[in-house]
C-alpha cells in the first residue's frame, strides 16, 4: 500500500529531515512509526498527507507517486486517508456530531446520510449520548474518540496518527490503541507515529523505529 | 447549490462570531456606500431638475413693433420646418406688459409711468427635449435672426447644457471617491476576514485534510464578506434614507419654496440594487483575496 524508495526530506542548508528512507507497508497492516523528537516521524506522515512534497526518491501510495498529483488529485486522495492528531483539531463551536459530520458535508454527501454515518462512527467509539456537547465540554480521552469517529466517517483505507495519544493519560492511550486495534481488524492499514515505547509493546506490531531521519532499526 | 448554502450559512456564523472586527467592516463599506449614494442622490435630484427646466426651455423670437403678418408668417413658418419645437405661441406687445404686470407687481407702477407699451412682441417657442437640439436650436437662431421683423433671439438652453457638464464633473468626482472608498473597504474586508481565517485554520486544515473542495475551503470566507457587504451597503441606505427623511420633514416647507415645486426624491429603488450589489461585490473581492491569500 505504501512505498518509500530512498526517500529524502531536507530543508535549507542541508538539514535533513528524512534520509534514504525506503520502506513497504502493506494494505491492512498496523505498524508503528517510533524515534526521539525529531527523527522524522511527523516529516514522514506529512509527506504521506501531501502536505509537503519529498525532497528526493518517491513516496507510492496504491502505486501513486504522490509528487505527480494535481491539486484536484489530491483532494481526491486525501478523502481515502483518515487521520487523528495529537490535539485533536475539533473545531470548538461545533458540536460532536458536527464535528464528524461536516467531512461528508464538505464532500458533498447528502445530509441524513451525513447524520447517519456520523452517528454510527461516534456509536463505534461510544460516543453516541454525547453527540450534542461541544468539545470544551469532553475529557481527552472523548475528544480523540471524536477525532477518531471524524477520520473514520468516510470509511478511509489508510488512518495516519500522529502521537494521538501525547495529551492522554496511561490508561486513555490503552482505550484509544485498543480503538485503533480494531480499525485495523476491519482492514484498514493503521500507522501510529508515537514515541510511547509500552503502547508499542502492548500492541506489538511492526515498529520502524528512526533516528536523525534514517531508519535506525525495525522490529 | 449545496456548497453556496454551506458557504452563507458558515459566512454567517463566522461574521455573528467575529462581532467588533465585523463591525469595521461593514461600517468601511458603509461608508464607501454611503458616499455613492449621496452623490447618487444629488446627481439624480438635480437630472430631474434640469429634465424640468429642459422641457420648460424656451426659444424667445422677439419681434419689431413694425414686423407685417406675412413676416410673422414667414418667421412662424422657419420654426415649424426646424423640427425642434414643441409648440410656439405668439404674445403680443399688450399681453407681454400684461405679463410684467402679473410677474412684477411691485415694479408695476413702473410700467404705468412709461409713454406707450416698451414690451416688444415675441413668438415664444417651447423646445421638444432631447440630445441633438442644440445644434439644430443655433442653426434655427441663426436663421431666424436674418429675418425681416426680427430683432434679436434669446434662448436658455446655455445654462441647462453648462449646469449639465458641471453635474458630470461632481458624478464623476463622486464615483472616484466612491471608488476609492471602495477600495479601502475590500482592504479592510480582506483583514477581517483574514482574522477569521487565523481563528479557523484548524478547521481549514482538516478541510484540506479530508480533500474538501477549494470552494468549501474558500467559500464561507467569500461569503462571510458578500454578507459584510449587504449589510454594510444596506446600513447606508437606511441611515441616508432616514438623512433625508428628516430633512424633508424639519425643511420640506422651505426646499418646496426654495425650489419653486421642483421634484426632490430619494434614490429610485433600482439604485438602491445596484448599491447592494455593489457593497457586496466589494465584500466578495475582500473575502476572496484573503481566502486566496490563506488556502
Given at each position: 500500500m505504501i512505498e518509500t524508495r530512498h526517500l529524502s526530506k531536507f530543508y535549507h542548508r542541508g538539514v535533513y529531515a528524512l534520509r534514504d528512507l525506503t520502506l513497504t507497508v502493506e494494505k491492512g497492516e498496523f505498524v508503528f512509526i517510533t524515534g526521539p523528537s525529531g527523527a522524522g516521524k511527523s516529516t514522514l506522515l506529512r509527506l504521506l498527507l501531501r502536505q509537503e512534497l519529498a525532497s528526493e526518491g518517491e513516496l507510492l501510495v496504491n502505486g501513486q507517486d504522490l509528487a505527480t498529483l494535481s491539486r484536484p488529485a489530491i483532494q481526491e486522495y486525501r478523502r481515502g486517508i483518515g487521520f487523528v492528531f495529537q490535539d485533536f483539531k475539533l473545531v470548538p463551536s461545533r458540536t460532536v456530531l458536527q464535528n464528524v459530520s461536516f467531512v461528508p458535508e464538505v464532500l458533498g454527501v447528502p445530509v441524513a446520510a451525513q447524520h447517519r454515518r456520523a452517528f454510527q462512527v461516534l456509536k463505534w467509539v461510544g460516543l453516541q449520548h454525547r453527540i450534542g456537547a461541544f468539545p470544551e465540554e469532553l475529557?481527552?480521552?472523548?475528544?480523540?474518540?471524536?477525532?477518531?469517529?471524524?477520520?473514520?466517517?468516510?470509511?478511509?483505507?489508510?488512518?495516519?496518527?500522529?502521537?494521538?495519544?501525547?495529551?492522554?493519560?496511561?490508561?486513555?492511550?490503552?482505550?484509544?490503541?485498543?480503538?485503533?486495534?480494531?480499525?485495523?481488524?476491519?482492514?484498514?492499514?493503521?500507522?501510529?507515529?508515537?514515541?510511547?515505547?509500552?503502547?508499542?509493546r502492548f500492541v506489538g506490531r511492526r515498529t520502524v523505529h528512526l533516528d536523525q531521519g534514517r531508519i535506525a532499526e525495525v522490529m | 447549490m449545496r456548497l453556496i448554502r454551506y458557504a452563507f450559512r458558515e459566512g454567517w456564523t463566522s461574521l455573528v462570531?467575529?462581532?467588533?472586527?465585523?463591525?469595521?467592516?461593514?461600517?468601511?463599506?458603509?461608508?464607501?456606500?454611503?458616499?455613492?449614494?449621496?452623490?447618487?442622490?444629488?446627481?439624480?435630484?438635480?437630472?430631474?431638475?434640469?429634465?424640468?427646466?429642459?422641457?420648460?426651455?424656451?426659444?424667445?423670437?422677439?419681434?419689431?413693433?413694425?414686423?407685417?403678418?406675412?413676416?410673422?408668417?414667414?418667421?412662424?413658418?422657419?420654426?415649424?420646418?426646424?423640427?425642434?419645437?414643441?409648440?410656439?405661441?405668439?404674445?403680443?406687445?399688450?399681453?407681454?406688459?400684461?405679463?410684467?404686470?402679473?410677474?412684477?407687481?411691485?415694479?408695476?407702477?413702473?410700467?404705468?409711468?412709461?409713454?406707450?407699451?416698451?414690451?416688444?412682441?415675441?413668438?415664444?417657442?417651447?423646445?421638444?427635449?432631447?440630445?441633438?437640439?442644440?445644434?439644430?436650436?443655433?442653426?434655427?437662431?441663426?436663421?431666424?435672426?436674418?429675418?425681416?421683423?426680427?430683432?434679436?433671439?434669446?434662448?436658455?438652453?446655455?445654462?441647462?447644457?453648462?449646469?449639465?457638464?458641471?453635474?458630470?464633473?461632481?458624478?464623476?468626482?463622486?464615483?472616484?471617491?466612491?471608488?476609492?472608498?471602495?477600495?479601502?473597504?475590500?482592504?479592510?474586508?480582506?483583514?477581517?476576514?483574514?482574522?477569521?481565517?487565523?481563528?479557523?485554520?484548524?478547521?481549514?486544515?482538516?478541510?484540506?485534510?479530508?480533500?474538501?473542495p477549494v470552494g468549501y475551503i474558500r467559500g464561507p470566507f467569500v461569503a462571510e464578506g458578500v454578507l459584510q457587504g449587504g449589510l454594510g451597503a444596506l446600513a447606508a441606505l437606511a441611515v441616508l434614507g432616514a438623512g433625508f427623511a428628516l430633512v424633508r420633514s424639519l425643511y420640506g416647507t422651505a426646499l418646496a419654496q426654495v425650489l419653486e415645486g421642483l421634484p426632490v426624491g430619494f434614490l429610485p429603488p433600482v439604485y438602491w440594487a445596484y448599491l447592494i450589489l455593489g457593497g457586496m461585490v466589494v465584500g466578495a473581492a475582500g473575502g476572496f483575496v484573503a481566502a486566496r491569500q490563506a488556502v
Open positions: 475529557s481527552g480521552g472523548e475528544q480523540q474518540r471524536v477525532a477518531i469517529a471524524r477520520a473514520l466517517v468516510n470509511d478511509p483505507a489508510l488512518l495516519i496518527a500522529d502521537e494521538p495519544t501525547g495529551n492522554l493519560d496511561p490508561d486513555l492511550s490503552l482505550e484509544i490503541m485498543n480503538l485503533f486495534r480494531e480499525i485495523n481488524a476491519g482492514g484498514t492499514t493503521v500507522l501510529v507515529a508515537t514515541h510511547d515505547r509500552e503502547l508499542i | 462570531r467575529s462581532g467588533t472586527s465585523t463591525l469595521f467592516s461593514v461600517t468601511a463599506i458603509a461608508l464607501a456606500v454611503a458616499v455613492l449614494a449621496a452623490v447618487l442622490l444629488f446627481t439624480t435630484n438635480v437630472e430631474r431638475w434640469l429634465d424640468e427646466w429642459s422641457s420648460s426651455a424656451e426659444l424667445s423670437v422677439y419681434l419689431d413693433d413694425g414686423t407685417t403678418s406675412d413676416e410673422r408668417g414667414a418667421i412662424e413658418d422657419a420654426i415649424d420646418v426646424s423640427g425642434i419645437a414643441a409648440s410656439r405661441e405668439y404674445v403680443s406687445k399688450q399681453e407681454a406688459l400684461a405679463r410684467f404686470r402679473d410677474g412684477f407687481s411691485s415694479l408695476s407702477p413702473l410700467a404705468e409711468g412709461l409713454d406707450g407699451n416698451p414690451f416688444p412682441a415675441s413668438v415664444e417657442v417651447r423646445l421638444a427635449p432631447g440630445d441633438g437640439v442644440e445644434a439644430a436650436l443655433q442653426a434655427l437662431a441663426r436663421q431666424l435672426i436674418t429675418l425681416p421683423g426680427v430683432v434679436d433671439v434669446q434662448y436658455d438652453r446655455d445654462w441647462l447644457n453648462r449646469l449639465a457638464a458641471g453635474l458630470d464633473v461632481v458624478r464623476r468626482l463622486g464615483f472616484l471617491l466612491g471608488l476609492l472608498m471602495a477600495l479601502a473597504a475590500t482592504v479592510t474586508v480582506a483583514a477581517v476576514v483574514r482574522l477569521s481565517l487565523y481563528s479557523r485554520r484548524d478547521e481549514i486544515e482538516v478541510m484540506q485534510l479530508v480533500g474538501a
